[in-house]
């Protein structure tokens, strides 16, 4: 294929797939898909409710067209999926938007069309789930009268700094051609450069390591903290301490949510027991970040108890909801199962958080949320997450708190000293 004849359809406008239908179509023609029609119209507006990409942004775009009709699909010739990739209720991955996306592929891909798969996936699921599908709803051949590439995502939601031009992109391909064509192709739009990997199976395991690798060093912290707080010793003092050598990994604990590092070991775990491994130290670095929002939880109720400060029927305030800061993604945020904690011991929790979505928030949890804390009104508080608005109030959002109150503040994300405020 000819780079010059380039024509690009990205499936799937989320928080992947928008800034990158925006980064190639200041070189090619591309379609922006997505299934979801409130979604289209809102960027036909020249909108984009994930914050990701500003209306300056969309506007200065002019080779992007967006689109939720599938016919609109077979203009391009590589066609690039960045569809969800979740887990189910059961923990196990949930290919269900990666299969209809193939199934989609499969009835509007053409003879010498490249497809390119970005989804986080197991290291064999493009060619073993995903290409057969291609093949079997076209009728076309792989790697004959159609290829494959993977180049896996690498977005940093909410990070301005860092947008995906300017992180370094794995790419790969069906066939040694096709491969420097990928790479040539996501040279265009990397301003940091790409790194041709040997094989789609590198490449998808590439990615999965990332995630997992800070999965189970955030995992150590997370215990560190449990050890620590029944030690007595305050987890963020510790890690200043140890940060003073220069090859310490300077890590937080906290809550690992959303649909990377809450996720993506998952499906390793899942390939790797389904080849007869049983990777005992994936699974209970997930196990430990898991019950986080338990410890936290536990953590609050002792302190009170301490205070003398009543458990049922207390007001608790939980500042941030998203599982990163200063982005409104709610996706498998693990402040969810913290408010539900906070609820099984009968206290009244109220959730604030600016960046969130009221009605995604209770379409997706059923959880209300509160557009202004009341003064004064609540006996204990949790900053979950460390968005700037939170930041730039500092002491200030106590308060919000009665007299008598307790503050965690997970993330130690205020520096002023208080003694009501307990860090990890």
Not at 249 to 264: A, E, F, M, R, T
Request: proline letters at 5%; aromatic letters at 8%; glycine letters at 6%.
């Amino acid at each position: 294929m000819q780079m010059e004849n380039t024509k690009i359809a990205i499936l799937g406008l989320g928080y992947v797939g928008l800034p990158l239908a925006v980064a190639f179509s200041k070189y090619f023609p591309t379609i922006g898909f997505d299934i979801k029609t409130g979604r289209i119209e809102e960027l036909k507006q020249g909108k984009d409710s994930t914050r990701e990409v500003s209306e300056v942004e969309l506007a200065a775009a002019p080779k992007l067209s967006f689109s939720c009709n599938e016919e609109d699909l077979k203009a391009a010739n590589v066609l690039i999926v960045t569809v969800p990739t979740p887990i189910d209720d059961h923990r196990q991955p949930d290919l269900t938007p990666l299969v209809k996306a193939s199934e989609m592929l499969g009835r509007v891909v053409k003879k010498g069309d490249v497809v390119i798969y970005e989804s986080t996936v197991y290291p064999g699921a493009t060619e073993e789930e995903c290409i057969p599908i291609v093949e079997k709803v076209s009728g076309l051949v792989f790697n004959q009268d159609f290829y494959a590439g993977y180049s896996p995502e690498r977005i940093n939601p909410g990070d301005k700094e860092r947008p995906v031009t300017k992180i370094m992109k794995v790419t790969s391909g069906s066939t040694p051609e096709i491969a420097d064509f990928v790479d040539q192709l996501y040279g265009t739009i990397i301003e940091a450069g790409t790194h041709k990997a040997s094989s789609i199976k590198v490449a998808e395991a590439s990615k999965i390591i990332e995630n997992t690798q800070r999965d189970v060093n955030i995992a150590l912290i997370n215990e560190l903290a449990m050890i620590f707080s029944l030690l007595g010793i305050d987890t963020n003092d510790v890690i200043e301490a140890a940060a003073t050598k220069w090859n310490f990994i300077k890590l937080q604990p906290g809550l690992v949510g959303g649909h990377c590092i809450g996720v993506d070991p998952y499906y390793l775990v899942h390939k790797s027991m389904s080849v007869g491994h049983i990777p005992d130290m994936i699974r209970k670095a997930r196990e430990i970040n898991d019950s986080m929002a338990r410890f936290v939880a536990s953590k609050l109720i002792k302190a009170m108890i301490a205070k003398d400060q009543p458990i049922k029927n207390a007001k608790v305030l939980v500042l941030g909801m998203t599982f990163k800061e200063n982005c409104p993604d709610i996706r498998n945020t693990k402040v969810v199962d913290l408010i539900k904690e906070l609820k099984s011991y009968d206290m009244e929790v109220d959730i604030y958080d600016p960046w969130v979505d009221s009605k995604e928030a209770k379409e997706t949890y059923g959880l209300e949320l509160i557009k202004n804390p009341k003064n004064n009104f609540y006996d204990a508080a949790i900053m979950t997450v460390q968005h700037d608005v939170f930041i730039e109030e500092g002491l200030g959002l106590i308060s919000y708190c009665k007299n008598n109150f307790t503050f965690i503040d997970l993330k130690k994300s205020l520096k002023e000293k208080n003694s009501n405020i307990i860090y990890m």
